[in-house]
């Protein structure tokens, strides 16, 4: 994580702290009123109703406006609500990537069930409590716009009357020849496992073994750094294997081996190594066995910044991708995400080959845990952008239930993405389903089966050099 978003957690669960020390100062002075068995009482139903409905990561006011801008020259159309349909004034022409820019508010079930709003045959799910500007994603619905047939039905909110329609048009970049940069396995399955199966010269880089967090193989009664190893060796396998099962062979797929959460401080000092957290290995040749090819890397094995962009500007020359694939640098928190780009771009200055564009995706974000919002194959609304973000064009492929079979599966390979979960979640997952009505997926237990397996795909499209 950032240091924002680290913040903000402090922040979030400092004020549940004190919620709680409050509400259990009231209760005691309640049971000296009252029978005393109903104290813990009480208290067992508030620990349920805070489960059921305060249990989110939501560090912005449901209230706030999401602001987003676009590039200068994209097509703005005035759409209005009748009769439940939605028209617009003017022409869509050839446009694909569609946004439409609504005001939506919360009816008082709202503030306990998730709003939700049924855009033909898709469906968008909100933050409780939504009260402000919101943009919801009509990409793969223009045929039913054009013909004004494209109704739309909330529930547990209300939508304005009229609002604005973005509508973009992009080439189909899976013709392009992709290189997808994932800072962990399954980064690129998470994000673009829809793209990158439907291309035909798509290459898969990873930048990292993921190798922390591996108390789960303790278990097998391994010490900490032996835990880490074979993790490591396991997600390491993962970034070259899984992608097969979308299409791309081994030789289009290289595994890096830095170490996890190293990246920002490798920026910091290029030329010094830096060995992993957990499992004291300083050599990243030990996961480079199945590479397609040598890299600068190689040669002494060592985990700097400065063998890093060498690897990447030479995979740049090799690959010759038209367009790269890599973590959003503003919008995705995460530290290795941050980093993977800023090393990509770097060795895009250092390389004879240069790509024409960026698409980029967040599979993380600073203020919303849970979006996507909502059931797993249903769309991908735009997500919060409380501080404004550059003025990027979006592309917002749909993925055909096939497609998203293929994703959930290609995600169930993932050995990080097996852990089952522990008690407490699924205790509240539990009280969530009967309470609040969510639901997950059959597919998988992590959080990623719901978040990633959608209807959509999203990419920010900035082109290289601005």
């Known amino acids: 994580?950032?240091?924002?978003?680290?913040?903000?957690?402090?922040?979030?669960?400092?004020?549940?702290?004190?919620?709680?020390?409050?509400?259990?100062?009231?209760?005691?002075?309640?049971?000296?009123?009252?029978?005393?068995?109903?104290?813990?009482?009480?208290?067992?139903?508030?620990?349920?109703?805070?489960?059921?409905?305060?249990a989110d990561h939501l560090f912005y006011s449901p209230d706030d406006d999401y602001h987003y801008d676009f590039p200068a020259g994209t097509p703005c159309l005035l759409a209005r609500i009748a009769d439940g349909q939605l028209r617009i004034d003017g022409e869509l022409g050839s446009a694909e990537t569609l946004v439409l820019e609504l005001e939506v508010t919360a009816t008082w079930l709202g503030r306990f069930l998730d709003p939700r709003v049924r855009l033909g045959d898709d469906r968008q799910d909100l933050e409780r409590r939504v009260d402000g500007l919101r943009y919801f994603n009509l990409s793969g619905q223009g045929d039913a716009l054009r013909a004004g047939t494209?109704?739309?039905?909330?529930?547990?909110?209300?939508?304005?009357?009229?609002?604005?329609?973005?509508?973009?048009?992009?080439?189909?970049?899976?013709?392009?020849?992709?290189?997808?940069?994932?800072?962990?396995?399954?980064?690129?399955?998470?994000?673009?496992?829809?793209?990158?199966?439907?291309?035909?010269?798509?290459?898969?880089?990873?930048?990292?073994?993921?190798?922390?967090?591996?108390?789960?193989?303790?278990?097998?009664?391994?010490?900490?750094?032996?835990?880490?190893?074979?993790?490591?060796?396991?997600?390491?396998w993962d970034s070259l294997a899984v992608p097969l099962w979308g299409g791309v062979p081994q030789s289009r797929c290289v595994q890096l081996g830095y170490y996890c959460l190293q990246l920002p401080a490798m920026a910091d000092a290029p030329d010094q190594a830096f060995p992993s957290r957990e499992s004291g290995e300083a050599d990243i040749r030990s996961v480079r066995l199945h590479n397609p090819l040598t890299l600068p890397g190689d040669a002494d094995g060592a985990p700097s910044w400065r063998n890093l962009v060498a690897d990447l500007a030479a995979l740049l020359e090799h690959f010759r991708p038209e367009v790269l694939v890599t973590p959003h640098p503003q919008l995705d928190?995460?530290?290795?995400?941050?980093?993977?780009?800023?090393?990509?771009?770097?060795?895009?200055?250092?390389?004879?080959?240069?790509?024409?564009?960026?698409?980029?995706?967040?599979?993380?974000?600073?203020?919303?845990?849970?979006?996507?919002?909502?059931?797993?194959?249903?769309?991908?609304?735009?997500?919060?952008?409380?501080?404004?973000?550059?003025?990027?064009?979006?592309?917002?492929?749909?993925?055909?239930?096939?497609?998203?079979?293929?994703?959930?599966?290609?995600?169930?390979?993932?050995?990080?993405?097996?852990?089952?979960?522990?008690?407490?979640?699924?205790?509240?997952?539990?009280?969530?389903?009967?309470?609040?009505?969510?639901?997950?997926?059959?597919?998988?237990?992590?959080?990623?089966?719901?978040?990633?397996?959608?209807?959509?795909?999203?990419?920010?499209?900035?082109?290289?050099?601005?």
């Open 150 to 236: 494209l109704r739309l039905r909330e529930r547990f909110c209300r939508l304005g009357r009229e609002g604005r329609l973005f509508a973009m048009t992009n080439p189909d970049y899976a013709e392009r020849r992709i290189m997808v940069v994932a800072p962990h396995a399954d980064d690129a399955e998470l994000a673009a496992f829809g793209l990158y199966s439907r291309c035909s010269q798509a290459s898969i880089v990873t930048l990292t073994q993921g190798e922390i967090e591996a108390e789960s193989y303790r278990r097998l009664g391994l010490s900490t750094q032996l835990a880490a190893t074979l993790k490591g060796r396991l997600r390491a």
């Open 333 to 466: 928190p995460h530290s290795d995400h941050v980093a993977s780009t800023r090393a990509l771009l770097e060795a895009v200055q250092l390389s004879d080959w240069q790509p024409q564009m960026l698409l980029l995706y967040a599979n993380h974000l600073h203020d919303n845990d849970r979006w996507p919002m909502g059931p797993a194959n249903h769309g991908i609304a735009l997500p919060p952008a409380i501080v404004a973000l550059p003025a990027d064009a979006l592309w917002s492929p749909v993925l055909s239930a096939e497609t998203q079979l293929d994703k959930a599966m290609a995600l169930a390979m993932q050995h990080d993405l097996q852990s089952p979960l522990a008690g407490k979640k699924r205790l509240r997952r539990q009280i969530q389903r009967l309470l609040a009505g969510r639901r997950w997926p059959v597919t998988g237990e992590d959080e990623f089966f719901r978040k990633a397996v959608r209807r959509h795909e999203l990419f920010w499209v900035r082109p290289l050099g601005e």
């Open 1 to 54: 994580m950032t240091g924002r978003k680290q913040q903000l957690l402090k922040r979030h669960r400092r004020n549940k702290r004190i919620a709680m020390l409050v509400a259990l100062l009231l209760m005691v002075l309640l049971g000296v009123f009252v029978a005393w068995w109903c104290v813990p009482l009480l208290l067992a139903l508030a620990w349920v109703a805070h489960e059921a409905w305060f």
